[in-house]
């Protein structure tokens, strides 16, 4: 072999090695950037998944709103391409939305429907058009459940039940109480409800005097609360409200009508940053810890996976324990 030749040959081995190395390179800084929550190989690189989000109305509440800070911040953490929308809790509006996203072709749809019904055929669409969708925090209706991937969020139904026991013990077994709802219609509404009076129902000795929604509205819940005292007075012993943000509207109708701490017993289910002051003050007698940013974290964890191929749980649940004066010292304040 003539010596240009070998020198020729040399040059391409080591031009050989250097692809191989740094095709190493790249598949090893890939499985460095992997999440542990993948099982398997990437299927597509992270940024090249394409996600579309619709999340109820940030501006409700403090949960939402940092539900929905959370999707931002850790979608461009992992690098994936995130489409983020507002409904403002219009099921029209977000029925255009799921619409839009279908006709961007993303990779994986999560919604959280602002209603249990109402966006059901647009899910339905998405599913014919092959796009997985993953349900964020409330259900929909059982009849278009076959057409998810599956549901990440709070065991609702589970907190309800926690909020009920939570109220019986604090009555002890007996006495009055009002309801203040959230959204007629909505699914996590009606479960919170039916679910909390599973457990109330079976102590007969407590009786619900009345029950009003107030929409997951805090200044709606001071109002409904405000009606309750003018009508029913020193009859009310106990208000469950669905979630802490109304009852802190609850609570701040109690302090304006200049009713002793604790004569009433407040049970929500979420608690927020407020409520936990309340609870360590006794105006509150107990709520549920959900978590914002695990409730994010777990669809967008859950999206991605199914872009990438993965099979999902069909329900996958964040914890949600029992927070009161017992307990609250378990338990760090919430951010939101």
């Known amino acids: 072999m003539h010596e240009e030749e070998k020198m020729m040959k040399s040059r391409a081995f080591g031009r050989f090695v250097a692809v191989v190395a740094l095709a190493g390179m790249a598949l090893n800084a890939a499985a460095a950037d992997k999440p542990d929550w993948l099982k398997g190989p990437l299927t597509k ?5 394409r996600l579309g989000i619709t999340v109820l109305y940030p501006e ?13 911040t850790y979608t461009k953490k992992l690098g994936v391409q995130a489409t983020i929308m507002d409904p403002q809790g219009d099921p029209s509006k977000q029925f255009s939305q799921i ?79 009002v309801l203040v709802l959230g959204t007629p219609g909505y699914a996590t509404a009606m479960i ?11 102590h007969p000795d407590i009786k619900v005097l009345d029950k009003q929604p107030a929409n997951w509205n ?4 001071q109002s409904v609360m405000e009606a309750y005292l003018t009508k029913y007075g020193q009859k009310i012993d106990g208000v469950y409200a669905e979630d802490d943000g109304m009852g ?18 407040l049970v929500t289910a979420n608690m927020f940053s407020q409520g936990y002051t309340a609870i360590k003050q006794g105006w509150e007698t107990g709520s549920v810890w959900q978590s914002p940013s695990d409730d994010a974290k777990l669809a967008i964890q ?28 378990n338990f760090s304040q919430p951010t939101w």
């Open 248 to 265: 802190l509207g609850v609570l701040n109708a109690i302090k304006g009508a200049g009713i002793k701490k604790g004569r009433i017993k």
């Open 99 to 177: 619409q839009n996203l279908i006709a961007e072709h993303v990779d994986a749809m999560v919604v959280w429907p602002t209603s249990a019904v109402a966006v059901n055929p647009a899910i339905r669409r998405a599913h014919a058009a092959g796009i997985p969708v993953i349900i964020s925090n409330s259900h929909i209706d059982k009849s278009a459940r076959q057409y998810t991937v599956g549901f990440t969020g709070p065991d609702d139904c589970g907190q309800a039940r926690k909020a009920g026991e939570m109220m019986v013990h604090a009555l002890d077994g007996k006495g009055q109480i």
């Open 45 to 49: 690189p992270l940024d090249q998944v």
């Open 192 to 202: 919170r409800e039916s679910c909390f009076m599973d457990v109330i129902k079976k």
């Open 218 to 221: 805090r200044g709606k819940a």
């Open 302 to 329: 859950t999206a991605i996976r199914v872009a990438e191929g993965e099979s999902v749980p069909k329900v996958q649940h964040i914890p949600t324990p029992k927070v009161n004066a017992e307990t609250i010292k």
């Open 60 to 72: 409700s509440n403090s949960y939402q709103a940092r539900y929905a800070e959370t999707v931002r």
